[in-house]
């Protein structure tokens, strides 16, 4: 993606695309990570001349470097099953309430301190110097330079949100030597420049060298920074393979009541907490799309969504927030499952299941809205939809209706200009808090506004509610 900024004004084109196929080898799902790399690249020359580059990617995931620098093994995906029972085994030096209470992380089965504590005693682990999470490994491939970024460190669950530091309190009783990772860095710091062989490869034969800045390098940071909020009454919900919903705050809240509602205290940009909760999102619909497909349907998504907003509202719903979800294949069987499961009918046709995840996931959106500020106090009058999902005008009608709440969707492409943004400012082309430049996305970008309505009524959500619980 590139942007193109001017006080005031910002604008976004994508100029390359490429697909992310996880590949399964010895029973162990992983990235394919050169071949994002070479996507890297591509986009590189795709883009031509620019004056800085920013990466970010999901979250939690890493690649292992020997001591001459060099990856050991394909990064592992997050979606990969190696950490089941993981927590139970953390569980047993360090109690669930004492982790929650020194980095405020909600309990995702793949955070890093779960894959850490799979990996151990792996010859892997054992002969690996350092660590660098997704986006820090991509940049060290183009600059050579290496070091953790802050928002993304702090989704290992090694990091105390409160000094923004690493926690010993956690690292030491496990055995996590911290100084497999490389120094942190925040967003807007300088991350070293393209190296001249890289230059070279991705076509830009100038003199000029090219920066690469620190960014929210969190997909969910970057995207949380482009919420085009107007003042500080919002939550947010980044939807898109997850639906990340929550409030953006200036501390942490670490209590007991926080922990067993399973909120996180992601950190953000310009010292911001990203207080959240995950959500399955449009990845439940993404792989019944694929097994459709596998199966050799190919319901176009426009005609399913037509058809899914004319289908019986809140049929059967799921809890979209339920791990069991969480890995690939078979999406279909294990929605019909949950449903017959909770006694409510099994969605027959593609169209009922698509409003079957859409009713889900609006109903667990509200869910979060609500709990995020019973547990900090902060009310909200606005709920922004930022993310690819914010193209799903069903979707985002559904939550606005069962929220209550006026929803203002858009940009779709709110993590790459996060990136854009921070990386401006960081160059000087563009000025000010984060507010202000929330304020040049609301200037620069189209918004759509979705007024709640009250079909189904909110008594019927409140119904579908108690249904799961
Ligand atoms: C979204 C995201 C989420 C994180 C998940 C796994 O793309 O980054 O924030 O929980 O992916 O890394």
Redesign the pocket.
Known sequence: MVGRVAPGSLGLQEVHRFPNRPVRTGGTLHWDVLALYQGVLDGLRAAGPVASVGIDS????YGLLDTDGALLGNPVH?RDTRTEGMADAVGEVLPAAELYAATGLQY?P?NTLYQLAAARGTAQLAAADQLLLIPDLLAYWLTGERGTELTNAS?TQLIDPRTRDWSRTVADPLGIDLSLFPPLRLPGDPGGELLPGIRAEAGLTGPERVPLTVVGS???ASAVAAVPAADDRFAYIAT???S?AGLELDAPVLTEDSRRANFTNELGVDGTVRYLR?IMGLWLLQECLRTWESEGHRPGLDELLRQAARSTPLRSVVDAGDPEFLAPDCMPARLAAACRRGGQPEPRTPAEFTRCVLDSLALAHRQAVEDAQRLTGHEVDTVHIVGGGARNELLCQLTADACGLPVVAGPAEAAALGNVLVQARAAGALRGSLASLRGTLRSSLPLRHYAPTSTPPRSAWSAAQARLR
């Open positions: 999901w979250a939690v995931d997050y995702l793949f989704t969190h997909d969910t898109g393979t997850w990340l995950n």
